[in-house]
């Protein structure tokens, strides 16, 4: 088992940065590649970031692409996302989740464990 807290998220306005936190407790956190989620109001979930277990690669959404940064502290075993330029849009809850396959997938199915979420919301 892995319990996965999330941290970090608020209000913000447009422009504006949040760096999200998600610390690990459990199993060895080098097993998992970790991801981020987010799901808007009305809005399935939707991949944001993946990080490979050593740190090594990295995958984004094209709607982040440029403005978030995943990384990760193994030592720590903690996985951070940081948001710049935060636009209305980011407006979510945002999950991280840890993968025990693949390098770093994508898609929801792919992640054994989900944190509860955090909310960020970005105003106009």
């Known amino acids: 088992q892995v319990q996965l807290v999330e941290s970090g998220g608020g209000l913000v306005q447009a422009g504006g940065s949040l760096r999200l936190s998600c610390a690990a407790s459990g199993r060895t956190f080098t097993s998992y590649a970790m991801g981020w989620f987010r799901q808007a109001p009305g809005k399935e979930r939707e991949f944001v970031a993946v990080?490979?277990?050593?740190?090594?690669?990295?995958y984004y959404a094209d709607s982040v692409k440029g403005r978030f940064t995943i990384s990760r502290d193994n030592a720590k075993n903690t996985v951070y996302l940081q948001m710049n330029i935060l636009k209305p849009e980011d407006t979510a809850v945002y999950y991280c989740a840890a993968a025990s396959v693949g390098v770093g997938p994508r898609t929801q199915r792919a992640y054994d464990y989900w944190g509860q979420g955090t909310q960020v919301t970005v105003s106009s």
């Open positions: 990080i490979s277990r050593s740190g090594s690669m990295t």
